[in-house]
């Protein structure tokens, strides 16, 4: 493959990948998700606990 037509490919694969990310941005779900993770990390460092350390509090809970 030559250089240009391997750099043609590589420019239809990006164009694929952004149009793939722009649809998942206008996802609900993915939109509730990202705001519960800002969340989350938010509160994690409020109260200075590890992931590690919220899983246990999780895990004991069941």
């Known amino acids: 493959m030559t250089n ?3 750099f ?3 420019e239809r694969q990006l164009a694929d990948q952004l149009a ?3 649809k998942m ?3 609900a ?3 509730n998700e990202l705001a519960f993770n800002d969340a989350l990390k938010a509160l994690m460092s409020e109260y200075g606990y ?3 350390k919220v899983l246990a509090i ?3 809970g069941q």
Do not use: H, T
């Open 25 to 27: 941005k206008q996802n």
């Open 4 to 6: 240009l037509a391997e």
């Open 20 to 22: 793939k990310l722009e």
């Open 50 to 52: 590890s992931a590690r």
């Open 8 to 10: 043609r490919a590589a």
């Open 58 to 60: 999780l895990q004991s």
């Open 29 to 31: 779900q993915l939109q």
